[in-house]
T-cell receptor, first 114, second 115 residues
Framework: KAGVTQTPRYLIKTRGQQVTLSCSPI?????VSWYQQTPGQGLQFLFE???????NKGNFPGRFSGRQFSNSRSEMNVSTLELGDSALYLC?????????????FGQGTRLTVV | GENVEQHPSTLSVQEGDSAVIKCTYS??????FPWYKQELGKGPQLIID?????GEKKDQRIAVTLNKTAKHFSLHITETQPEDSAVYFC??????????????FGQGTILTVHP
């Protein structure tokens, strides 16, 4: 069974640009969550999507947005990039059927803003 | 709001010794407490979890204990091996128990096992 797949693995962007990251969850999982990991702030929750609807949202500015498609694949977008957005962005998938299950993480996308 | 305190931030042990990492949380509605191991260049890997209706869970050399009254839970690794060296994170689902997809993480513990 394939795990959570994130693309691309690495990205370098210029301040002011926007970026889109992609996440394919484990087959059958309907929940996709996004996290930002930095040395200073640790792992911080961005948002969670379930059945194409945002179910939970963390404390990040509106420049951070996401969506989920009917096949459960998810994308997150960051607009007007700032240097402080440089981080490892992690996606996790969970939830089969109607219940809650463990969250499994992908390898992450390393975003560097210059 | 949700908050998870994790201690210690670094832990160094000799191969074969035990390692204990402790976390405290603030949201009394939390009912799910996973532990993740993260190796360099990889995403976090779930190693064990516990739900609030259980006080202890064991999987080979790894065990987790939960004290809901005191709002703390701990990870115990026995007979440590060099390959256990990694960063360990505790987490809880302080979304009122409605989702396992919104996790609040501790700051992490860098575990080093010396051969």
């Amino acid at each position: 069974k394939a795990g959570v797949t994130q693309t691309p693995r690495y990205l370098i962007k210029t301040r002011g640009q926007q970026v889109t990251l992609s996440c394919s969850p484990i087959s059958g999982h309907r929940s996709v969550s996004w996290y930002q990991q930095t040395p200073g702030q640790g792992l911080q929750f961005l948002f969670e999507y379930f059945s194409e609807t945002q179910r939970n949202k963390g404390n990040f500015p509106g420049r951070f947005s996401g969506r989920q498609f009917s096949n459960s694949r998810s994308e997150m977008n960051v607009s007007t990039l700032e240097l402080g957005d440089s981080a490892l962005y992690l996606c996790a998938s969970s939830g089969t059927g109607g219940g809650n299950t463990e969250a499994f993480f992908g390898q992450g996308t390393r975003l560097t803003v210059v | 709001g949700e908050n998870v305190e994790q201690h210690p931030s670094t832990l160094s042990v000799q191969e074969g010794d035990s390692a204990v990492i402790k976390c405290t949380y603030s949201d009394s509605a939390s009912n799910y407490f996973p532990w993740y191991k993260q190796e360099l260049g990889k995403g976090p890997q779930l190693i064990i979890d516990i739900r609030s209706n259980v006080g202890e869970k064991k999987d080979q050399r790894i065990a987790v204990t939960l004290n809901k009254t005191a709002k703390h839970f701990s990870l115990h690794i026995t007979e440590t091996q060099p390959e256990d060296s990694a960063v360990y994170f505790c987490a809880e689902n302080g979304a009122g128990g409605t989702s396992y997809g919104k996790l609040t993480f501790g700051q992490g513990t860098i575990l080093t096992v010396h051969p």
